[in-house]
C-alpha cells in the first residue's frame, strides 16, 4: 500500500473482532514505526504502553466514562500514550515561541501508528477522552496520558465508511511571489 491508499483505508475503528489477537510481529512493526515519528529536535517527548488482556480491558474502562467509548472494550490492545519532558533543545523552543511542541510531537506518532497499523491489516481508533489519574495509576507513570488508541481487526463485515472531509479550497492557500 502506498501512503495515499493508507489514508484511504484508515478509519476509527468502532467495532472490534474480541476474538482475533494481534499478532506479535504486526504490534512490533507498529511500534518500530513509531520510534521514527519525527519530533522536535528528535525529544520524543513521550512514552507509549502497551496494554494487552486483561490490562487492556481495564484501560479501555478508563475510556469510558459518561458512556464513552464502549467499543474499546473490544479491542486487544491499546496504547497508553503519556507525555515525557522535552529535551532541553526543544523545551527552550517552546518557551521562546511559545508553541507546545510535545502535544504535535505527540499527535505525529498517533499518526504513525495508526498508519502503519493500516498497513498491517489492523483497525485503530485514537481516543482522547480518558481518565488521566486512573491511567496513570493503572499503568505506572508519572506524566500526563494525552492519548489512547485502540488496535485491533476490524470484526467481519465492518465496512470502509466514506470519508467526510472538506474540499481542498476550504484548506489550502497558494501564495505565490
Known sequence: MNFTEIAEQRQSCR?????????????????????????????????????????????AKATQGMGMNKFATDAPVLLVISEKPYVASAALGAK????????IDIGILAAYITAEATAQGLGTCILGWLDDKKLREFCHLDAPVR???TLGYAKEGDPLRPKKRKELVELVNVIEN
Request: hydrophobic share 35%; net charge positive; proline share 5%.
Open 15 to 59: 467495532s472490534y473482532d474480541p476474538t482475533r489477537a494481534v499478532e506479535q510481529e504486526k504490534l512490533d512493526a507498529i511500534l518500530a514505526t513509531a520510534r521514527l515519528s519525527p519530533s522536535a529536535c528528535n525529544g520524543q517527548p513521550y512514552h507509549i504502553t502497551v496494554c494487552k488482556g486483561e490490562a487492556a480491558k481495564a484501560v
Open 147 to 149: 492519548l489512547v488508541i
Open 96 to 103: 521562546v515561541k511559545k508553541n507546545d511542541y510535545r502535544s
